[in-house]
């Protein structure tokens, strides 16, 4: 694939009711002036009423009308081709929404017939279960079904605003309820979903139906809208695919997919990678969506030295010391035995009925089976396997399950059999795409929440048992991703991150000062405790790197993650007096004049450094190798949690009068408006956009002299381009600066100017002190 058909970069836009096609189309001229290659979209096919993200598709022939239609989709399309831009479109191949039937036409089709709709094996249903269980009702069953009513003409079932279809021909006579009992689908408890659905789904989200694109008819009909879309405009310069793992066979899907779209279409998959795992060889696709950049790039600016004070407040604070592993690997337990046990249930039913086993499954306990199975699961050390691809993970998990429980050694062996005696059959089908679903559940979104040393490095790509990323590690990972998969994704924030990049790099300071940050959090968890030690740390520390937040926005976070972590209260199990209690927190803390005088203070005390880091990262990932994504607003200082926060509307004109200021030759400080940051990026990607053949290759530049270790610098463009960040501000600060630390530029002196300050560069080994004088980060370039 020619770098020339790609972008140079992307910036990411979630359309909804509020951002509609339209909206996107007035803001192509600032895109076209900020320097983007592409505007990068999120899913456009017709979603729940409302959605603000798109994932939950409820019909995939067509464009959603809520976001503007078909006429708008081209009338978007249009505008980005006028201006010489492209689309990146985001597709959802592994599930559809199917939490209002009615909305989901397949859904709606499959409640209605049965097994004998033409849809009905589009869903990945266990059709030798029993009618499609559809967990909605409340927990008093009962009471639940006895409220149920028939719509006027008898063709349609309803509990509260929930609307079901009536079978034809069942619904003459009887009372709702017995009507209800003549249907191919069960209303039944929503606490039944977690051990007892009869369909796959997304997570443990059961709006969320997985579709079976394995089929080939399947895909067909799921894929012909968005394919139509790329045969017929080159505007769309190719499609990122979400949740791969969830398929049946990733890279089957893939290679038809790259089939259809031809071999010069972008192809990204939103695949998590774990430290050192790369894709499979065999997928045809260009890369990722970059969290594994986003963990070096984001690690390199926090501080390894803060580890141990960090880690032995944590466990203060606390009261127990637990290993980040073990805290993850709690979490993946957690969610294997509990939340998803009818998928442990559904892949036991594969092993017993299938071929590949070693003993007599009839001789093993269903409960023993089961454990083993959920063991199995959680002993994947990344999220899956790809068999026959993947074979030393899967081994790994057989024998971590085996050292957890000894116990079942023997079933282990026969499952270990069975995984590898029919890589594509459908046990190890079901085992690969939920260890996937265990890994997500348990450490994303549970030990992510629960572990909270220090909640910059809980992200998604993330791994908290490494504190920080050493210069060395950057460029290994820099250069090696230049080397395999030069047109990769590189991101620092998107819809899914657990906060934004900036609140990222102003946490990234507290690591520079542990022990202060510590003394703080004593004295303020004294004064407004939460219900949970572990939840304090993760609030404080929220708080401080989203300040200045309201008490509404700050309370959704809280309430959100103190039911992740699932350790007071959970969704499925809320206790009323804690959720009071973490509602409630926000408004104290913000109600107290004198602390909130304090966290002021300590926010401005090290605003600098934070803004320092937030320049550093995001140069780093716009002159790196990959090509980056800058998501909606964050071009400005942005401070956002996680989802909905980090969906909120973004200011666009503010960010065009901005770049305007810029534009007209004005530097800007750097301050608490951003505007330093959009100059760094706009620099990045209008360079990009015009000068691509800068970026190519990758070669560490190191500094020299006492302050060395404070500067990670990198050439590229056989030596046309260095770009050079402060990292560890508070400890350049504490030591007395950069001395007489100087950066030997590739070919010695020659004319480099720097794209951020303006400035031109004197000599081939400069000072540091006087590079970034202006600016803690410089963009070296030769003129073309």
């Known amino acids: ?66 976001r503007g239609g078909e006429a708008g989709r081209l009338a978007l399309l249009a505008a980005l081709r006028g201006a010489g831009l492209g689309m990146l479109i985001d597709i959802v191949p592994n599930h559809l929404g199917v939490a209002v039937p009615k909305e989901n036409p397949w859904w709606w089709d499959v409640l209605t017939h049965g097994e004998s709709s033409r849809v009905a094996h589009h869903f990945d249903i266990d059709w030798g279960a029993g009618p499609v269980l559809l967990p909605i009702l409340d927990a ?25 279809p009536v079978a034809p021909g069942t619904g003459g006579e009887g009372s709702p309820r017995e009507v209800h009992e003549r249907q191919h689908y069960r209303l039944v408890s929503w606490r039944r979903g977690a051990a007892e659905l009869t369909y796959r789904r997304f997570f443990d989200v059961s709006d969320l139906a997985a579709v079976r694109v394995e089929d080939p008819e399947v895909f067909a009909d799921t894929h012909r809208e968005v394919l139509r879309w790329l045969a017929e405009d080159p505007t769309v310069v190719g499609l990122r695919v979400d949740h791969p793992d969830g398929l049946s066979d990733p890279g089957a899907y893939l290679r038809r997919l790259r089939a259809e779209i031809g071999p010069d279409r972008w192809l990204l998959v939103e695949k998590i990678l774990g430290v050192g795992e790369t894709l499979p060889a065999s997928w045809p696709v260009d890369g990722t969506t970059g969290y594994e950049a986003l963990r070096e790039i984001c690690g390199v600016f926090v501080d390894p030295d803060g580890a141990g004070l960090l880690t032995q407040f944590a466990a203060e604070h606390t009261g127990e010391k637990l290993h980040a592993h073990t805290v993850e690997d709690l979490g993946r337990h957690l969610v294997a ?41 959680c002993g994947f050390p990344v999220y899956r396997s790809y068999l026959p691809e993947g074979r ?40 690969q795409q939920t260890s996937g679903m265990v890994m997500a559940k348990g450490v994303e979104d549970t030990a992510f929440y629960r572990y909270n040393r220090f909640v910059a490095l809980n992200e998604v790509g993330g791994d908290p048992a490494r504190f920080g990323v050493s210069p060395a590690e950057f460029h290994t990972g820099a250069a090696a991703r230049e080397a395999a998969t030069p047109h990769t994704m590189t991101t620092l924030s998107t819809h899914d991150t657990k906060r934004s990049e900036d609140v990222r790099a102003r946490l990234a300071v507290l690591a520079e000062r542990p022990g202060d940050w510590a003394s703080r959090v004593r004295r303020w968890s004294v004064r407004h405790p939460l219900p949970d030690r572990s939840l304090d740390l993760l609030a404080w520390q929220s708080l401080v790197g989203a300040w200045p937040i309201d008490a509404q926005r700050l309370a959704g976070y809280l309430g959100k993650a103190s039911k992740e972590a699932k350790l007071v209260t959970s969704h499925v199990d809320a206790v009323p007096e804690v959720d009071e209690a973490v509602a409630a927190w926000p408004s104290a803390v913000l109600g107290d004049a004198e602390l909130c005088a304090e966290i002021t203070a300590f926010v401005d005390e090290i605003a600098e450094s934070g803004w320092s880091n937030s320049l550093g990262q995001k140069l780093l990932q716009m002159a790196g190798p990959g090509i980056p994504d800058v998501y909606q607003g964050t071009e ?58 800068l970026f190519t290759g990758y070669a560490p530049v190191p500094a020299q002299g006492p302050a060395a270790g404070h500067a990670v610098a990198f050439s590229r463009g056989h030596g046309e381009l260095v770009a050079v960040a402060t990292r560890l501000p508070e400890g350049l600060a504490r030591d007395g600066g950069w001395g007489d630390t100087v950066l030997a530029l590739p070919g010695g002196a020659g004319d480099f100017h720097d794209m951020v300050s303006g400035r031109a560069v004197d000599g081939a080994t400069p000072r540091l002190s006087t590079l970034l004088a202006d600016y803690p980060v410089a963009l070296l370039v030769r003129p073309a």
């Open 1 to 66: 694939m020619s770098q020339r058909s790609l972008p140079g970069s992307t910036y990411r836009l979630q359309f909804s009711k509020d951002r509609t096609f339209d909206d996107a189309a007035a803001i192509v001229g600032y895109l076209d002036r900020l320097g983007v290659g592409a505007l990068y979209a999120s899913p456009l096919l017709a979603s729940g009423t409302g959605s603000n993200h798109g994932y939950d598709v409820v019909d995939p022939t067509r464009v959603s009308a809520e």
């Open 140 to 164: 008093d069953v009962e009471t639940a079904l006895d409220t149920l009513e028939l719509s006027p003409g008898r063709d349609e079932l309803r509990y509260h605003e929930h609307v079901f």
């Open 337 to 377: 035995d509990e939340l998803l046990v009818a998928e442990v249930g559904r892949i036991a039913d594969a092993y017993r009925s299938g071929p590949g086993a070693g003993t007599d499954p009839g001789t093993v306990s269903a409960r023993d089976l089961n454990d083993a199975v959920a063991e199995l699961l």
């Open 392 to 431: 030393d993970d899967a081994d790994t998990a057989v024998a971590v399950a085996r050292t957890r429980r000894p116990d079942l050694g023997a079933v282990l062996t026969d499952l270990h059999a069975a995984l590898l005696a029919e890589p594509h059959g459908e046990f190890a089908t079901r085992v």
């Open 636 to 693: 400005l200082f942005e401070y956002s949690l996680v989802d909905p926060d980090n969906r909120r509307p973004v200011d666009i004109a503010a960010r065009e009068a901005v770049l305007a200021r810029i534009d007209e030759g004005r530097l800007p400080p750097i301050d608490a408006d951003g505007a330093a940051k959009l100059l760094v990026t706009a620099a990045c990607a209008r360079l990009r956009r015009f000068r691509p053949e």
